[in-house]
């Protein structure tokens, strides 16, 4: 059982490129989100999904797109890459969104350059 | 909106001693779920505990418990009989109709 799985694990961008991160969860959780984190700051919510075909706005939705075709997959794109934009990303899944928690990936760590 | 706030950055204890970390929240629901996280350096992110708003009593796994007070709005994490691999990052959060909300994370170090 995989879990909460990410790809990449790392990758350094050019300013102004853009990437896709991906996020693949086989316990058929209906929620997913996408986080960053940096220094200081704690975990803050990007965008997230209350299922197949559905996406909103978290805290810093800025320079962020996200798609979620597949109810297993969530996509976090990046369209034009930012120095800001530096940070870990964490994918997480949820059965509802509150009593069990989320089930996190174990990051992405990207630099922008 | 939802905030939780961790008032301590960092701290450090000898191992086997017990440590207390802090964590307040602020919400006006009275439905909700409280949790700490561990994040050791691998970065992969932990349950800890979990503990439900409407329960009085307070959660514990193994050398894990909460001190929940819920007038106060306080949700603090006790770790006894620590050790070496307890060190890491703990983030409180707190999940009601808006999602998780995390505090900004208190750095445990545990010392030989």
């Known amino acids: 059982n995989a879990g909460v799985t990410q790809t990449p694990k790392f990758r350094v961008l050019k300013t102004g490129q853009s990437m896709t991160l991906l996020c693949a969860q086989d316990?058929?959780?209906?929620?997913m989100y996408w986080y960053r984190q940096d220094p200081g700051m704690g975990l803050r919510l990007i965008h997230y999904?209350?299922?197949?075909?559905?996406?909103a706005k978290g805290e810093v939705p800025d320079g962020y797109n996200v798609s979620r075709l597949k109810k297993q997959n969530f996509l976090l794109g990046l369209e034009s890459a930012a120095p800001s934009q530096t940070s870990v990303y964490f994918c997480?899944?949820?059965?509802?969104?509150?009593?069990?928690?989320?089930?996190f990936g174990s990051g992405t760590r990207l630099t922008v350059v | 909106a939802q905030t939780v706030t961790q008032s301590q950055p960092e701290m450090s204890v000898q191992e086997a001693e017990t440590v207390t970390l802090s964590c307040t929240y602020d919400?006006?629901?009275?439905?909700?779920?409280l949790f700490w996280y561990k994040q050791p350096p691998s970065r992969q992110m932990i349950l800890v505990i979990r503990?439900?708003?409407?329960?009085?009593q307070n959660a514990t796994e193994n050398r894990f418990s909460v001190n929940f007070q819920k007038a106060a709005k306080s949700f603090s994490l006790k770790i006894s009989d620590s050790q070496l691999g307890d060190t890491a990052m703990y983030f409180c959060?707190?999940?009601?109709?808006?999602?998780?909300?995390f505090g900004k994370g208190t750095h445990l170090i545990i010392q030989p």
């Open positions: 919400t006006s629901e009275n439905n909700y779920y």
């Open positions: 959060a707190f999940t009601g109709a808006d999602g998780l909300t």
């Open positions: 999904s209350v299922g197949e075909g559905t996406t």
């Open positions: 997480a899944s949820s059965y509802s969104t509150q009593y069990y928690g989320y089930t």
């Open positions: 503990q439900e708003a409407y329960k009085q």
């Open positions: 316990m058929n959780h209906e929620y």
